[in-house]
T-cell receptor
Framework: GENVEQHPSTLSVQEGDSAVIKCTYS??????FPWYKQELGKGPQLIID?????GEKKDQRIAVTLNKTAKHFSLHITETQPEDSAVYFC????????????FGQGTTLQVKP | DGGITQSPKYLFRKEGQNVTLSCEQN?????MYWYRQDPGQGLRLIYY???????QKGDIAEGYSVSREKKESFPLTVTSAQKNPTAFYLC????????????FGPGTRLTVL
């Protein structure tokens, strides 16, 4: 079945620096790739997503890139702020009508002021 | 968290007891999902339902049961057969067939005493 590997597991950056989180998926037919941000004790919130027919998508300080050949996608956060500190999850959706998502293991991002 | 509510926020259970976690949504979404979250393991799918009166097992369904009698409700029962039930449980929903985006509730933290 589909498997998603996420790296790094923890990431610490200085405020204002950029942060990059990478994910690799196994099913080449996966066609949807969301990124979620989860604050402590809360449910995950979607921050950005990308479909397989697009190579890059940007929303203010956040961007996602997709390399279908290499089967990996990345989250880029520029000009990081302390409120960006959270756990970030990537996910991949195998082609089906069930909407199932396969999640990565998560990355704990700490932005130091 | 949108229009998805989960209750209770914290739940304590004695070994051998069944407990039911509530998930309600007012988004008029057809599909609903239950995930389990353990530290360092991301989110794993327990059960999902695409329409009322129908549901399917996810990757870790053993020891759990669900029902879907109403579109807006998808309760999860953690039975005594679940050997390690202490975890953070997340409910999600999405529109069937129109979008891949899943929206999450705030979660229920279950602790077995």
């Amino acid at each position: 079945g589909e498997n998603v590997e996420q790296h790094p597991s923890t990431l610490s950056v200085q405020e204002g620096d950029s942060a990059v989180i990478k994910c690799t998926y196994s099913d080449s037919a996966s066609n949807y790739f969301p990124w979620y941000k989860q604050e402590l004790g809360k449910g995950p919130q979607l921050i950005i997503d990308i479909r397989s027919n697009v190579g890059e998508k940007k929303d203010q300080r956040i961007a996602v890139t997709l390399n279908k050949t290499a089967k990996h996608f990345s989250l880029h956060i520029t000009e990081t702020q302390p409120e960006d500190s959270a756990v970030y999850f990537c996910a991949a959706s195998p082609p089906s009508n069930t909407g199932k998502l396969i999640f990565g293991q998560g990355t704990t991002l700490q932005v130091k002021p | 968290d949108g229009g998805i509510t989960q209750s209770p926020k914290y739940l304590f259970r004695k070994e051998g007891q069944n407990v039911t976690l509530s998930c309600e949504q007012n988004l008029n979404h057809d599909a609903m999902y239950w995930y389990r979250q353990d530290p360092g393991q991301g989110l794993r799918l327990i059960y999902y339902s695409q329409i009322v009166n129908d549901f399917q097992k996810g990757d870790i369904a053993e020891g759990y049961s669900v029902s879907r009698e109403k579109k807006e409700s998808f309760p999860l029962t953690v039975t005594s057969a679940q050997k390690n039930p202490t975890a953070f449980y997340l409910c999600a929903s999405k529109e069937y067939g129109l979008t891949d985006t899943q929206y999450f509730g705030p979660g229920t933290r279950l602790t077995v005493l």
